[in-house]
C-alpha cells in the first residue's frame, strides 16, 4: 500500500504566487526525490535530498528533507504557466530500487 | 541522443490477451523498472531489474512478467490474469539508483 501522503492534494493559484506542498511518512526514509509529470508523460525528476535537514534549490524551486526524516518540502517561488503538472513526492523504502510514490498534488497555474 | 523509449505510445487489446509492452534504453543504465499509473494515483513499482538475466518483483507483480537479456531492454509483459490492466505504464532506468529516469510511458486499454 501507499506509505507517503502528499498534500494538498491540488492547488489552484494564480501566476506570480509562491506554492508550497508536502509529503509525509509514517516511515522513516533515507533519501527523498520530487518528480514533475506533466500530462500523458513520464517524471521528469526535479531534486534529491540525501540528509536530514538538506535544504536544496534547483532554480525556482527549493527542497527540504525533514529532520524527522518523516516530511519532505517542495516550495516553487513566483509561479508560471509552465509549473503545471503533478508532482510527486518518492523515496526508497526497502532498498534504493524499491521506490515508493506519493499519491501526488495537481498544480494549476492561471494566467 | 540518450534517452528511454516506450512504444507504442497507445495500445488496445481485447480481454484474456496478453500484450508485451516494450521499454529500451541508449543510456548505459544497469537497472531498469516499470511502474503502472492509475488515474489520480502514484506510480506502483511491479518489476525492477538491477543487471542482466535477474530481476525482482515489485509491490504489484501479480499477473505480469519480464524478461532482461539484453542491458538495453526490459520488456514487460502484462498476461491475461492480471484482472484490472487498463492503466497508464512506465519504465525507467538508473545508473545511481534511487534517481530514475523515466520514458515517456505505453498507454494501455484492454475492450
Known amino acids: 500500500g501507499q506509505q507517503l501522503n502528499q498534500s494538498p492534494q491540488s492547488m489552484f493559484i494564480q501566476e506570480g504566487e509562491d506554492v508550497s506542498m508536502n509529503c509525509t511518512s509514517s516511515?522513516?526514509?533515507?533519501?527523498w526525490l520530487w518528480y514533475k509529470q506533466e500530462p500523458g508523460e513520464g517524471p521528469v525528476l526535479l531534486i534529491a535530498?540525501?540528509?536530514?535537514?538538506e535544504l536544496t534549490s534547483n532554480g525556482r524551486l527549493t527542497a527540504q528533507f525533514g529532520i524527522t526524516r518523516k516530511d519532505s518540502f517542495l516550495n516553487i517561488s513566483a509561479s508560471i504557466p509552465s509549473d503545471v503538472g503533478i508532482y510527486f513526492c518518492?523515496?526508497?523504502?526497502?532498498?534504493?530500487?524499491?521506490?515508493?510514490f506519493g499519491a501526488g498534488t495537481r498544480l494549476t497555474v492561471k494566467p | 541522443d540518450g534517452g528511454i523509449t516506450q512504444s507504442p505510445k497507445y495500445l488496445f487489446r481485447k480481454e484474456g490477451q496478453n500484450v508485451t509492452l516494450s521499454c529500451e534504453q541508449n543510456?548505459?543504465?544497469?537497472?531498469m523498472y516499470w511502474y503502472r499509473q492509475d488515474p489520480g494515483q502514484g506510480l506502483r513499482l511491479i518489476y525492477y531489474?538491477?543487471?542482466?538475466?535477474?530481476?525482482q518483483k515489485g509491490d504489484i507483480a501479480e499477473g505480469y512478467s519480464v524478461s532482461r537479456e539484453k542491458k538495453e531492454s526490459f520488456p514487460l509483459t502484462v498476461t491475461s490474469a492480471q484482472k484490472n490492466p487498463t492503466a497508464f505504464y512506465l519504465c525507467?532506468?538508473?545508473?545511481?539508483?534511487?534517481?530514475?529516469?523515466f520514458g515517456p510511458g505505453t498507454r494501455l486499454t484492454v475492450l
Open positions: 518518492a523515496g526508497p523504502y526497502y532498498n534504493n530500487n524499491d521506490m515508493r
Open positions: 516511515s522513516i526514509f533515507n533519501t
Open positions: 535530498l540525501y540528509k536530514a535537514g
Open positions: 531489474s538491477q543487471i542482466v538475466n535477474d530481476f
Open positions: 525507467a532506468s538508473s545508473i545511481d539508483p534511487p534517481e530514475q529516469f
Open positions: 543510456l548505459n543504465h544497469d537497472a
